[in-house]
């Protein structure tokens, strides 16, 4: 099934959080193109398939944006999966979260972790910070398209 | 003109003086009373009315006492004031009698009269005045006076002053006597001298003649010669003029006859009667004379013959006195006479001799038996002829033949002895010199022999007797030869051709033969005996058995050999000194001593006494001085300088020699040189000194070390080689339970129960420390000890060590041990404590680690879970007021900003919170970091605040300091937040950065980093709450805030170590004052020498 190509990937389970993002998002007209999932497994189902028939094209995936506090599957794991994957490394993950425990930090950077926000309390803040993030993975920053497998293959007789 | 006094007149005329004395005396005394009574007759004598005036009686009086006083110059008692007051009593009568008569001549008063008594006013026959004598009496009492005065003066001739004055007062009384005798009545008219001073005048005058009977006119009356018996006899013829005139008065007076027959009668008379007087005088005188003359013819002619025998008499006697010495003697033996040969065999002189006893010649040496003898003798009439032994006047004796001849009265008793003597004292002398010889001779030891020129023996003393064993008898006419040993029998011949030719054979020693055989050493002298024409007659030996004397000599050479011996042997010394000359005798090894190589000539005390040593020059002089006083022994020491100079020490010791008599007049003594046993002692001394010092600090160690070996709480045991025990202390006692016993080494284990710390196995002997030590071994060792002395085992510890001698040779060992029962428990305690302890430290580290993780949950929690919903409420309240804000009414707006600021704030203060929470587990990553370009971030991130706002900001040096760089920006971002929050109101607001130096020590010295604001500041009230969490000092409207910030910037401080605190003034603004480093303590002092230095400075 065709979709639209996902630009951004919000992995959040708080609701309340996933709309403030959202609207934010919206607001700076960056939110076209958003795929939320709702914990670790399904960032994992979505980013990593098990069967290749779910395998899509993350060729537009320009940012993941991860909480860490995650049901299932924490965001760490999930992050490790990621950048552990050769399909994924490349995506830059920013982590978005409340805590800013050093902790955090140092296993997220040990984890190749592009880039680690803290979610502002502020409402203002968190526009400014959101905004700013996205302004900048999204249009500033060039990624590196990863074919998918098949298409890898498909393209490799090309010279 | 000795003319011999007739005694008897002259005692007459004495009294006759005496009783004219007395009679003035009398008188005078009369009159006085008379005057003084009044009774007139006293003075007149019934001769009235002529009175004697009161001072003519006073004048007698004291005229007569003067003549009573000076009538027997004989007598010798007193004689001095007696002769004194009687002239002193004249010298008076004669002031008076001139001063009377001066008065009458003159017409002067001087008062006389009135000096006794004054004149009663009836006296009217007065001539001047009523007291005054007559002129006659005066004129007397001046003569009478003056006699007295000069009673003992005579010219040469003999004739007397006072003789003629007094006679002359005498007639001047005369005059008043006769005129009265005459005819009373006249008398009283033309006289103005009463009866009573005339009569004691003229007995006065007669006395004072009298008084005197050696020369003039009373001599002449006591002389019984012619001229006396002419004077007696012719003297009362003076009255017949008297008698004479009071016929011839009488006659007149009755007017018969005419005054020429009266006359011429009267010198008839008196013609007749002087001549008759005369006459009959120069008859008796003749008479007298005639008698005399035939006496004297007589006389003459047995006094021709007297003479002529006398001459013969003395004549003999001259012979007699050229022979004999003669003295004669009365019956008492009271010497009358001696002669010149007397005399000068006596040396006494005739005065000395005449009239004592013949005693005074007794020379003691006869017995009172031989004079009784004589006296009887001689009393008896008997002539006695004697030898007798006189002592002279100077005390010799000497001896006379005496014959004592009694003069006999004609009853036949004696009447004088006569003893006539002969001076045989040199015969006597010889005799008793031939006598004494003899009994010498007789009673000599020596053998006194004499012989004839062919050796026949003719004279042999007891000493012979004794010497040879001959007696007298046997030998008598024997030859000497006898005597002689054969071999010896020349020696005779030789002998006495010698005596032929004169010659003495002196001190010849040889030998002889005794009577029972025996030889005999023999000294003789032989000498020639000369018979009086000086021929030689013979010989006469002296001869002494000298056997034992040659034998005491042999005896006294070895003794004397001996003793020199000896004294030289000893290096001692000898000397004796005469007390007498103080010379002294000596050894040669004296002089040695003294240091002279060659005797010196002469020794005496003072030689000696220069050679002691200057101080000890007295002490030894004093000393020897008592020892011949007391006659002890002399026994001293003292230093003499010899003659090379140098000082030693000598001893000398003397004793005094006693002549038989008990005299000393010798001390002989040694002397040695001591100089090195004084050294020696001096030194022993100070041994002495040293030893007892060194025995007493000995002592007084050693009880220290007693005291210290009994005090100690380790016990001590100390064992020789052998591992016999020397020392056991009473702590090793009470520590293994038993003392010292003597116990071998290999059985030491066993018996006090020793064991290893195992406390089941018994010490190995050979492994036993103390043993180990003795073998050389220092060591030490734990052990057990278990026996049945003790209550429970004990723990000891031991440490041995080996003890040596100063050659290093082992000697023994010494162990010290302590009992550490104690402390193995302790140990065992602290070890189970410890055990206890690190059991609990696990537990309490995992329950500290499980409540760390915990909080780490905890907040990791909170950071996430309590701003998510924050969060929430900030964005939909902030989308409701952005996209329904229009709709809504101000108010909703107002409220949904409130809404907005509380999440805020809220969001704040749970990153504060986070942020708080954190510190607590974080550890310091220290790094040496720049503050300054850290304060310059802070203050650029804080840009915003300072948006619209003058500011001035001083930011001084600030050092490097080792720190955790980004807490302590969070220090800065919160202190100059504060300051930039709190200057708020100020404009222009001034803060300042710095840094502070404090203490005096660079090294120690830590900086003080401020921050100081010039804002609203706080009331040092609150300051205490600064750093409370959550406590504020400003209203949350004036001010935002959380009131954590100072908590945390105060928890990141303490974390480096340091101090935080801060000082402000309301309103005028606050420092914040904050150290890194250093320990809590010290951290402390820092902050207040901080305040210190800061209040200094600021001042």
């Known amino acids: ?159 | 003109m000795e003319t011999s006094a007739d005694i008897g007149l002259v005692k007459r005329l004495g009294s006759f003086a005496s009783a004219a004395s007395l009679f003035s005396i009398s008188v005078g005394l009369s009159g006085l009373a008379g005057w003084t009574l009044h009774i007139s007759s006293f003075n007149t004598w019934g001769a009235a009315p002529v009175m004697m005036v009161a001072n003519t009686a006073a004048c007698f009086l004291l005229i007569g006492i003067s003549l009573w006083l000076l009538r027997n110059n004989r007598n010798q008692s007193f004689a001095w004031i007696k002769k004194v007051t009687a002239k002193t009593a004249a010298a008076i009568v004669f002031m008076v009698g001139f001063l009377s008569l001066v008065e009458h001549v003159f017409g002067l008063d001087f008062g006389i009269d009135q000096w006794l008594l004054v004149a009663p006013a009836a006296q009217q026959n007065a001539t001047v005045r009523p007291g005054l004598m007559s002129p006659i009496s005066a004129g007397a009492f001046l003569a009478l006076s003056l006699a007295l005065l000069v009673i003992d003066w005579g010219t040469r001739r003999g004739t007397r002053p006072a003789e003629v004055l007094s006679l002359a007062a005498g007639a001047a009384a005369s005059f008043g006597i006769l005129s009265f005798a005459f005819d009373p009545k006249i008398y009283a008219a033309h006289l103005s001298l009463a009866l009573p001073t005339s009569v004691t005048l003229a007995v006065f005058s007669l006395g004072v003649v009298c008084a005197r009977t050696e020369r003039g006119l009373g001599a002449l009356l006591c002389r019984q010669s012619l001229g006396g018996s002419l004077a007696r006899r012719l003297l009362p013829a003076a009255f017949i003029p008297v008698l004479v005139g009071w016929i011839r008065w009488q006659i007149t007076a009755t007017g018969l006859y005419s005054e020429w027959s009266v006359v011429i009668l009267s010198s008839l008379v008196t013609m007749s009667l002087l001549a008759g007087a005369v006459g009959w005088a120069a008859v008796v005188v003749d008479r007298n004379d005639a008698e005399q003359r035939k006496l004297e013819e007589a006389l003459k002619e047995t006094s021709g013959i007297n003479a002529r025998t006398l001459k013969d008499l003395a004549d003999q006697r001259f012979a007699l006195d050229q022979h004999a010495i003669v003295a004669i003697t009365d019956v008492q033996g009271t010497i009358i006479y001696v002669n010149q040969k007397f005399c000068a065999i006596s040396q006494y002189s005739k005065q000395e001799l005449i009239g004592q006893n013949h005693r005074i010649l007794n020379s003691g040496h006869h017995s009172r038996e031989f004079f009784q003898q004589m006296y009887h003798a001689i009393a008896n009439g008997e002539v006695w002829r004697g030898e007798i032994c006189n002592r002279a006047k100077d005390g010799s004796l000497y001896w006379v033949d005496t014959t004592v001849v009694p003069f006999l009265e004609s009853d036949g008793k004696p009447r004088q002895y006569m003893a006539i003597r002969a001076d045989i004292t040199e015969r006597k002398r010889v005799e008793e010199m031939r006598e004494h010889l003899a009994a010498v001779v007789d009673s000599s030891d020596d053998a006194i022999i004499s012989k004839d020129l062919n050796g026949i023996i003719n004279a042999w003393n007891r000493g012979a007797e004794k010497v040879f064993g001959y007696s007298a008898a046997e030998v008598m006419g024997k030859p000497m030869l006898m005597l002689f040993p054969p071999e010896r029998a020349n020696e005779e011949a030789d002998i006495l051709a010698r005596i032929r030719r004169g010659e003495s054979v002196e001190h010849f020693e040889t030998v002889r033969v005794r009577k029972d055989g025996a030889r005999i050493d023999i000294s003789s002298t032989i000498s020639p005996v000369k018979d009086s024409s000086s021929a030689i007659v013979g010989a006469s030996k002296i001869a002494r058995d000298i056997t034992a004397r040659n034998r005491a000599e042999a005896a006294l050479r070895q003794s004397d050999a001996r003793r020199k011996f000896a004294l030289e042997t000893a290096k001692l010394g000898d000397w004796g000194l005469n007390l007498t000359t103080l010379q002294a005798t000596r050894s040669f090894l004296h002089d040695e001593i003294f240091g002279y190589h060659s005797p010196l000539p002469e020794w005496s005390f003072d030689i000696f006494l220069r050679h002691v040593y200057p101080d000890d020059r007295e002490r030894v002089r004093e000393d020897f001085q008592s020892c011949i006083s007391q006659g002890r022994k002399w026994d001293f020491e003292c230093r003499i300088t010899r003659l090379d100079g140098e000082t030693r020490w000598i001893w000398a010791c003397g004793n005094h020699y006693r002549e038989p008599s008990g005299d000393a007049t010798y001390i002989f003594g040694i002397v040695e040189d001591i100089t090195e046993r004084k050294q020696a002692e001096a030194a022993r001394t100070l041994q002495t000194e040293e030893l007892q010092r060194s025995e007493r600090a000995l002592e007084t160690q050693s009880l220290m070390l007693q005291s210290v070996l009994n005090s100690i709480s380790e016990g001590l045991v100390v064992a020789d080689e052998t591992g016999k025990f020397l020392l056991w202390n009473p702590a090793a006692t009470r520590i293994v339970g038993r003392g010292a016993e003597n116990i071998p080494p290999e059985h030491w284990s066993e018996h006090y129960g020793v064991y290893l710390p195992d406390t089941v196995t018994l010490f190995p002997p050979e492994q036993n420390p103390l043993l180990l030590a003795i073998q050389g071994r220092a060591c030490t060792a734990e052990m057990y000890v278990r026996n049945t002395k003790l209550d429970a085992g004990v723990w000891i510890e031991t440490s041995a060590n080996p003890l040596q001698d100063k050659d290093g040779i082992a000697r023994g060992g010494v162990i010290a041990f302590r009992d550490i029962t104690q402390r193995k428990k302790d140990e065992q305690e602290i070890r189970n404590l410890n055990e206890e302890l690190e059991a609990r430290v696990v537990e309490r580290t995992a329950q500290l680690q499980a409540a760390n993780q915990e909080l780490e949950a905890f907040t990791y929690s909170v950071s996430h879970d309590l701003r998510a919903p924050l969060r929430h409420i900030s964005g939909f309240s902030k989308i409701l007021s952005e996209e329904y804000g229009s709709s809504l009414p101000p108010e909703a707006q107002h409220h949904l900003q409130r809404i907005q600021d509380g999440t805020r704030r809220m969001g704040q203060l749970v990153d504060d919170l986070l942020s708080l929470a954190r510190l607590g587990r974080r550890d310091l990553i220290l790094r040496t970091a720049g503050l300054k370009s850290t304060v310059d971030e802070v203050i650029e991130e804080l840009a915003p605040e300072c948006a619209g706002r003058r500011i001035e900001w001083k930011v001084g040096e600030l050092h490097d300091v080792e720190c955790d760089p980004s807490l302590i920006r969070q220090v800065f971002q919160n202190l100059i937040g504060n300051a930039l929050k709190y200057s708020r109101p100020r404009s222009p607001a001034v803060i300042e950065i710095g840094q502070i130096e404090v203490g005096q020590n660079q090294e120690n010295g830590r900086p003080v980093i401020f921050v100081r604001d010039n804002g609203v500041g706080f009331s040092m009230k609150y300051a205490n709450k600064l750093f409370g969490v959550f406590q504020r000092l400003h209203r949350a409207e004036d001010f935002e805030g959380t009131g954590v910030g100072l908590a945390t910037a105060q928890r990141i401080v303490q974390k480096h170590g340091g101090r935080i605190w801060a000082e402000a003034q309301l309103d005028k603004g606050a420092t914040f004052y904050f150290t890194l480093g250093g320990s809590f303590a010290s951290s402390e002092k820092e902050e207040l020498e901080a305040r210190a230095a800061i209040a200094g400075e600021q001042t």
């Open chain 1, 1 to 159: 099934m065709t979709e639209r190509p996902i630009e951004i990937l919000l992995v959040e389970d708080n609701p309340d959080d996933v709309e403030l993002t959202l609207h934010t998002l919206r607001k700076e007209n960056l939110a076209n193109h958003i795929r939320v999932v709702r914990d670790g497994e399904e960032a994992l189902e979505f980013l990593l398939p098990d069967s290749t028939q779910d395998e899509r094209s993350l060729e537009s995936l320009k940012l993941i944006l991860m909480d860490l506090k995650l049901p299932k599957v924490d965001g760490m794991e999930v992050l490790r999966r990621i950048k552990a994957d050769e399909r994924t490394k490349n995506i830059p993950v920013v982590i978005l979260t409340s805590s800013k425990e050093e902790r955090d930090l140092v296993k997220g950077y040990g984890l190749g972790v592009n880039s680690y926000i803290q979610k502002p309390v502020d409402f203002d803040q968190f526009r400014e910070t959101i905004k700013t993030v996205g302004l900048y993975w999204l249009v500033i920053n060039q990624v590196l398209v990863c074919e998918a497998p098949s298409q890898t293959a498909a393209k490799g007789t090309v010279a």
